[in-house]
């Protein structure tokens, strides 16, 4: 079973930056499509970004131009580089293989 652990989560001020990581086993990541989501409280899960095996990768409209999403495939291990934060961004970011899902991270913008 595709086993995920993010981290990186924390509170920061609007138009700071923060990296989440999330470290996968039991797959081989080079193979796999991966993906960042959010969940704001009180509202339904929301899609950040995916970064397929190979291609090119596509983000939400609420993120493009402030995230990006990248992968190291030596280290199994996928990035969102998130930056011009906003009060907005606040949630809890899940890392997304096939059906597999991380417990999370949280990320809380705010002055």
């Known amino acids: 079973q595709v086993q995920l652990v993010e981290s990186g989560g924390g509170e920061v001020q609007p138009g700071g930056s923060l990296r989440l990581s999330c470290v996968a086993s039991?797959?081989?990541?080079?193979?796999?499509?991966m993906g960042w989501y959010r969940q704001a409280p009180g509202k339904e899960r929301e899609w950040v970004a995916t970064?397929?095996?190979?291609?090119?990768?596509t983000y939400g409209e609420a993120v493009k131009g402030r995230f990006t999403i990248s992968r190291d495939n030596a280290k199994n291990t996928v990035y969102l580089q998130m930056s011009s934060l906003k009060p907005e961004d606040t949630a809890v970011y899940y890392c997304?293989?096939?059906?597999?899902w991380g417990k999370g991270t949280l990320v809380t913008v705010s002055s």
């Open positions: 997304n293989a096939y059906s597999s």
């Open positions: 039991r797959i081989i990541l080079s193979r796999v499509t």
């Open positions: 970064i397929p095996s190979g291609g090119t990768s």
